[in-house]
């Protein structure tokens, strides 16, 4: 077989500096950002002892954005990524629930978040940052009849 017959097949196109299913002799493939940030969102989530992505200022955000009717949930709130042809990286931040090995649950974000893009995208997945902003009690009350512990 030519090298000619070779570029026409279905297979992968494998350059030195370029070995992905994204590209192949009929064409390329681009995946939006935000498609990586839904599966990264979505994948995290997943983990248990995760309470809810997202700073302070993102999760008022989303919760405003919650009680507008026919809005949709945004899946990527807490998330961004960086993507390029082959690879991806990503920043997550989240809340985590109280009395969880927080080590142990970003272990279980960063396994689960990876192999979820890598499985649905066939990018290379380079890093995982987790920054936990807050940990969630489950008997947080933010009501107007706590007594203040000082006056």
Known sequence: ??????????????TPDSESALLTSEGKTSIA??????????????????YSLGGGATRAVGALRERIPGAS????????????EKQAAID???VADYGVSIADLAAGIRRNTI???????GLEVTEVNITVHDVHLDDDSDSADTPARVE
């Open 33 to 50: 950002d935000t498609v990586v940030s839904k599966i990264a969102g979505i994948s995290a989530r997943e983990v248990n002892g995760v």
């Open 1 to 14: 077989m030519t090298s000619t017959q070779q570029a026409s097949s279905t297979s992968p196109v494998k």
């Open 73 to 84: 949930v945004n899946h990527a709130q807490g998330v961004s990524v960086e993507v390029g």
């Open 115 to 121: 192999a979820a893009i890598e499985r649905m995208t």
């Open 92 to 94: 997550i931040d989240i």
